[in-house]
T-cell receptor
Framework: AQSVTQPDIHITVSEGASLELRCNYSYGATPYLFWYVQSPGQGLQLLLKYFSGDTLVQGIKGFEAEFKRSQSSFNLRKPSVHWSDAAEYFCAVGPPGGGNKLTFGTGTQLKVEL | GAGVSQSPSNKVTEKGKDVELRCDPISGHTALYWYRQRLGQGLEFLIYFQGNSAPDKSGLPSDRFSAERTGESVSTLTIQRTQQEDSAVYLC???FGTGRETQYFGPGTRLLVL
């Protein structure tokens, strides 16, 4: 069965510092890959997604993610974190053919120190 | 409305009571999903509706859980004889269809079973 691992439960960074959130997946084939962000009291918002093609994907709010097939990873990065980025971040995978169920990781809670 | 809406935003109930949670998807979205998010965990897929096809109920944890959808609009998730372990945030999402379509999430219903 597919699974998603986000090894860091909590991460704290200083404002202006760079950020990398890790995501590893287990799947029989290359799945569709997603990063969502959840701010307190808000629904999940899609940051970016990867289906095929260029392995470096640009998203909203200055985020990017790189798909590395050899490492089964899809890490999220941002060069300079803003205080408003404090939130919970979820990596998710969907079946290669597209479609319904997304499998989510347990999330990484990001705290930004001013 | 512009996004997925859910009601109520919060629900407190007593063990053994039935609850109904409502989801209004984005207009025109044919696919609708329900997920459950327990404290400190990722989202768990519950059920998926696509057009007039039979729903995918593979994620429902027990027969106390059921969901209905009227055409391509409102959906109701019903939990009968609630248990304390049902306490969670229940998230609804919708998309134009399956395949590569992005799932857009509502703000969720926070359910507390006493």
């Amino acid at each position: 069965a597919q699974s998603v691992t986000q090894p860091d439960i909590h991460i704290t960074v200083s404002e202006g510092a760079s950020l990398e959130l890790r995501c590893n997946y287990s799947y029989g084939a290359t799945p569709y890959l997603f990063w969502y962000v959840q701010s307190p009291g808000q629904g999940l918002q899609l940051l970016l997604k990867y289906f095929s093609g260029d392995t470096l994907v640009q998203g909203i709010k200055g985020f990017e993610a790189e798909f590395k097939r050899s490492q089964s990873s899809f890490n999220l990065r941002k060069p300079s974190v803003h205080w408003s980025d404090a939130a919970e971040y979820f990596c998710a995978v969907g079946p290669p053919g597209g479609g319904n169920k997304l499998t989510f990781g347990t999330g990484t809670q990001l705290k930004v120190e001013l | 409305g512009a996004g997925v809406s859910q009601s109520p935003s919060n629900k407190v109930t007593e063990k053994g009571k039935d609850v109904e949670l409502r989801c209004d998807p984005i207009s025109g979205h044919t696919a609708l999903y329900w997920y459950r998010q327990r404290l400190g965990q990722g989202l768990e897929f519950l059920i998926y509706f696509q057009g007039n096809s039979a729903p995918d109920k593979s994620g429902l944890p027990s027969d106390r859980f059921s969901a209905e959808r009227t055409g391509e609009s409102v959906s109701t998730l019903t939990i009968q004889r609630t248990q304390q372990e049902d306490s969670a945030v229940y998230l609804c999402a919708s998309s134009f269809g399956t395949g590569r379509e992005t799932q857009y999430f509502g703000p969720g219903t926070r359910l507390l079973v006493l």
